[in-house]
Protein backbone atom coordinates (compact mmCIF):
# COMPACT_ATOMS: atom_id res chain seq x y z
CA UNK A 1 0.00 0.00 0.00
CA UNK A 2 1.04 3.35 -0.76
CA UNK A 3 -0.75 6.75 1.49
CA UNK A 4 -0.79 10.15 -0.16
CA UNK A 5 -1.46 13.17 1.39
CA UNK A 6 -1.72 16.48 -0.84
CA UNK A 7 -1.21 19.71 0.80
CA UNK A 8 -1.03 22.93 -0.58
CA UNK A 9 -4.18 24.48 -2.30
CA UNK A 10 -5.96 27.55 -2.22
CA UNK A 11 -7.43 31.01 -3.28
CA UNK A 12 -5.64 32.76 -5.44
CA UNK A 13 -6.44 35.30 -7.73
CA UNK A 14 -5.51 34.78 -11.62
CA UNK A 15 -1.91 35.86 -12.17
CA UNK A 16 -0.69 33.95 -9.20
CA UNK A 17 1.03 31.21 -8.08
CA UNK A 18 0.56 28.12 -5.71
CA UNK A 19 2.87 25.13 -4.78
CA UNK A 20 1.07 21.97 -4.34
CA UNK A 21 2.92 19.19 -2.57
CA UNK A 22 2.06 15.57 -1.93
CA UNK A 23 3.79 13.71 0.54
CA UNK A 24 3.95 9.57 -0.43
CA UNK A 25 4.72 6.88 3.03
CA UNK A 26 4.25 3.12 2.78
CA UNK A 27 5.87 1.29 -0.20
CA UNK A 28 6.80 3.70 -2.13
CA UNK A 29 9.47 1.62 -3.50
CA UNK A 30 6.49 -0.30 -5.43
CA UNK A 31 6.08 3.12 -7.46
CA UNK A 32 8.30 4.29 -10.65
CA UNK A 33 5.65 7.08 -11.92
CA UNK A 34 3.56 10.09 -9.83
CA UNK A 35 1.57 12.36 -11.37
CA UNK A 36 -0.96 15.20 -11.09
CA UNK A 37 -4.83 15.25 -12.25
CA UNK A 38 -7.19 17.41 -11.80
CA UNK A 39 -11.23 17.62 -11.89
CA UNK A 40 -13.20 20.15 -11.70
CA UNK A 41 -17.27 20.72 -11.28
CA UNK A 42 -19.18 18.83 -13.72
CA UNK A 43 -16.26 17.78 -15.68
CA UNK A 44 -13.98 14.31 -15.87
CA UNK A 45 -10.70 13.81 -14.14
CA UNK A 46 -7.79 14.53 -16.19
CA UNK A 47 -4.19 14.79 -16.26
CA UNK A 48 -1.51 17.36 -15.38
CA UNK A 49 1.86 16.47 -15.28
CA UNK A 50 3.98 13.43 -14.53
CA UNK A 51 7.34 12.48 -13.00
CA UNK A 52 9.71 9.15 -13.17
CA UNK A 53 11.09 8.76 -9.40
CA UNK A 54 14.70 7.49 -11.11
CA UNK A 55 15.22 10.03 -13.66
CA UNK A 56 12.86 13.06 -12.75
CA UNK A 57 11.68 12.88 -16.92
CA UNK A 58 8.51 14.94 -16.97
CA UNK A 59 5.00 14.90 -19.02
CA UNK A 60 2.94 17.61 -19.04
CA UNK A 61 -0.52 17.96 -20.69
CA UNK A 62 -0.61 20.60 -22.84
CA UNK A 63 -3.38 23.19 -20.92
CA UNK A 64 -0.26 23.66 -18.62
CA UNK A 65 3.06 23.72 -20.12
CA UNK A 66 5.29 26.60 -19.39
CA UNK A 67 3.32 27.42 -16.40
CA UNK A 68 2.98 24.43 -14.10
CA UNK A 69 5.86 22.13 -13.17
CA UNK A 70 6.64 18.84 -11.59
CA UNK A 71 9.44 17.99 -9.25
CA UNK A 72 10.40 15.75 -6.91
CA UNK A 73 12.40 15.27 -3.70
CA UNK A 74 13.48 11.31 -3.01
CA UNK A 75 14.79 11.89 0.10
CA UNK A 76 11.29 13.37 1.49
CA UNK A 77 9.33 10.75 -0.76
CA UNK A 78 7.54 14.21 -1.92
CA UNK A 79 6.51 15.52 -5.41
CA UNK A 80 5.70 18.85 -5.83
CA UNK A 81 3.24 21.04 -8.69
CA UNK A 82 4.54 24.77 -9.17
CA UNK A 83 1.64 26.25 -10.39
CA UNK A 84 2.59 30.08 -11.88
CA UNK A 85 0.33 32.54 -14.00
CA UNK A 86 -2.80 30.58 -13.14
CA UNK A 87 -5.80 30.96 -14.50
CA UNK A 88 -9.76 30.37 -13.85
CA UNK A 89 -9.95 27.55 -15.79
CA UNK A 90 -7.51 26.19 -13.71
CA UNK A 91 -9.70 25.67 -10.89
CA UNK A 92 -10.08 22.36 -9.65
CA UNK A 93 -9.60 19.58 -7.08
CA UNK A 94 -5.98 18.52 -7.67
CA UNK A 95 -4.94 14.72 -6.64
CA UNK A 96 -2.03 13.30 -6.56
CA UNK A 97 -1.91 9.44 -7.87
CA UNK A 98 1.06 7.55 -7.54
CA UNK A 99 1.36 4.55 -10.83
CA UNK A 100 -2.78 5.90 -11.40
CA UNK A 101 -3.17 2.93 -8.74
CA UNK A 102 -2.95 5.25 -5.03
CA UNK A 103 -4.79 8.55 -4.67
CA UNK A 104 -4.15 11.08 -2.86
CA UNK A 105 -7.97 12.89 -1.07
CA UNK A 106 -7.68 15.68 -3.19
CA UNK A 107 -6.50 19.93 -2.20
CA UNK A 108 -8.75 22.71 -3.97
CA UNK A 109 -7.56 24.92 -5.81
CA UNK A 110 -9.67 27.90 -6.88
CA UNK A 111 -8.83 30.76 -9.14
CA UNK A 112 -10.55 33.92 -8.99
CA UNK A 113 -10.93 36.54 -12.42
Known amino acids: QVQLVESGGGLVQAGG ?7 AS ?3 FSISV ?3 FRQAPGKEREFVAAISW ?3 T ?3 ADSVKGRFTISRDNAKKTVYL ?3 SLRPEDTAVYYCAAARVYWGQGTQVTVSS
Open 54 to 56: SDS
Open 26 to 28: GRT
Open 82 to 84: QMN
Open 34 to 36: MGW
Open 58 to 60: TNY
Open 17 to 23: SLRLSCA
